[in-house]
């Protein structure tokens, strides 16, 4: 296996002594646990350095690579010009990656890349590994918006690509945990914080790597992590292997997380594909939902799936309730896979002719022209999750105190521009939240005034 070693590792700029002028004594430990591993990269020489990082360019809907033969970057932002970099890329690499994503359709490659420099994600690992090790050309990859399946296939395929090159690699996946531990920290206190913590240490410091995609998005979200997605494709990176795990370090006194672990990969083990196991157990999970979808799911799920594999709209079947025929109303239809959202789109009043076309329509809408989104290929339909909402008639309200988050959805208008958000969305907790969403959704500064509506919705899935 040409994958030597992995290692889990915070990027707080603070622990580079030119930034830090002192400050850097409180994260200590972190700091002594980072030596250790530039030491132990350093006895393994490896020939490239394949670094994940939160910082560098990240899309919604593409890993970015970084192009080119080389990159710089200094510590110049915070305040440390002096602490500076010229690393070489690993370009041969690079290219055998792109070519085996491109034929795997995954996303990812050298495009679009605004900012060449070097991120601190990147740097901050280099300070370290570079005070005992000069050798090693480097591979640097961008994060993105994608499922964390994604990003761990992404991890096998760097690591096919090294095999298939003879690359001696290392693995650095740049992270900090939570921003969210104290109430004095940069970010605040949130419960999900200290969970995630401990979570994720618990789950890394036994190499229990199918455990990661198990992690929901919106708890991560808000315990306020910036790394899981890179330590997602760290792991990919060691699939159907034996894995060593050490926990070198764990810190919280800055409010933000700091953990630190080793993994030494060996040989082959069938039980550790875990992106296998996980698809086939979520692929029973589907199969079983779907069974259970009532009759406004499936119409959704019938009018997507004839719109992406024949580009057709379904007819109205003959055989649905009157329900569905005889009356009008505004629809949300709304994707997910693998836990994130995939596309949702609606209407708030009814403009087709009855229930049953609006759901067609809506339902071809979220696949394909939700502007957030890549339309749906037919490779995701058995990975889509569908739920329909059924809105009620928007009636107006006099203010904030009229409305309820888990009962009513609401409407913000102002000049012209509106803006909706569905009841009961995980996330959204208050009130508050919901109209700071949907005026952010129609572009409706905070300052603005609006007048507002709300409607109840029956949520089918």
């Known amino acids: 296996m040409s994958l030597l070693a992995a290692y889990m590792v915070p990027h707080p700029p603070l622990i580079i002594p030119a930034v830090g002028r002192g400050g850097e004594a409180q994260i200590r430990e972190t700091a002594d646990a980072y030596e250790r591993v530039a030491e132990e990269i350093a006895d393994l020489a490896p020939d490239t350095l394949i670094i994940s990082s939160p910082h560098t360019i990240m899309y919604s809907d593409y890993f970015h690579i970084s192009p080119g033969q080389s990159a710089g970057g200094s510590f110049a932002r915070f305040g440390a010009p002096e602490v500076s970099f010229r690393e070489i890329y690993d370009t041969e690499l690079v290219e055998e990656i792109s070519r085996r994503a491109e034929a795997e359709s995954l996303p990812a490659g050298t495009l679009g890349e605004r900012d060449p420099a070097l991120d601190h994600g990147t740097m901050v690992p280099l300070y370290f590994v570079r005070n005992k090790y000069k050798g090693a050309r480097i591979v640097r990859i961008g994060l993105s918006g994608l499922p964390l399946t ?8 760097v690591r096919e690509a090294a095999d298939a090159l003879g690359r001696r690699a290392v693995w650095i996946a740049s992270g900090d945990l939570s921003h969210k531990l104290q109430d004095y920290g940069p970010y605040g206190y ?11 240490m618990d789950v890394c410091g ?9 992690f929901d998005e919106a708890f991560c979200d808000r315990a306020g992590e910036c790394g899981h997605r890179s330590f997602v494709m760290m792991a990919g990176a060691m699939d159907g292997h034996k894995v060593e795990a050490r926990v070198l370090s764990h810190q919280d006194v800055t409010g933000v997380g700091y953990g630190i672990c080793c993994f030494r990969p060996s040989g082959e083990d069938v039980s550790r594909h875990f992106l296998a196991a996980w698809l086939d157990n979520k692929k029973t999970e589907m199969e079983a939902q779907r069974a259970a979808e009532d009759a ?15 580009k057709k709209y379904l007819p ?8 569905f025929t005889d009356r009008r109303a505004g629809t949300f239809v709304s994707l997910h896979e693998h836990g994130r959202l995939r596309g949702c789109i609606g209407t708030i009043r009814p403009v087709m002719g009855c229930v049953a076309e609006e759901i067609i329509q809506n339902a071809v809408s979220a696949c394909s022209r939700d502007p957030r989104f890549d339309a749906v290929r037919p490779e995701e339909l058995p990975w889509l999750e569908i739920s329909v909402d059924v809105l009620g008639d928007p009636e107006p309200v006099s203010g904030p105190e009229d409305l309820d988050v888990k009962r009513y959805g609401v409407i913000v208008t102002s000049k012209g521009r509106r803006g909706l958000l569905l009841p009961d969305l995980e996330g959204v907790d208050t009130v508050e939240d919901q109209i700071r969403i949907a ?23």
């Open 439 to 461: 005026r952010r959704k129609a572009g409706i500064g905070e300052g603005e005034e609006v007048s507002l509506e709300r409607f109840e919705v029956i949520r089918h899935h």
């Open 206 to 214: 036994r190499a229990a790597f199918g455990e990661l995609l198990d």
């Open 316 to 323: 109205v079947p003959q055989d649905l309730p009157s329900d």
């Open 190 to 200: 949130a419960p999900e914080g200290p969970r995630y913590d401990a979570r994720i």
């Open 150 to 157: 994604d990003h761990y296939r992404l991890g096998q395929l």
């Open 296 to 310: 406004y799911v499936q119409l959704a799920r019938r009018s997507l799936e004839s719109y992406v594999l024949h």
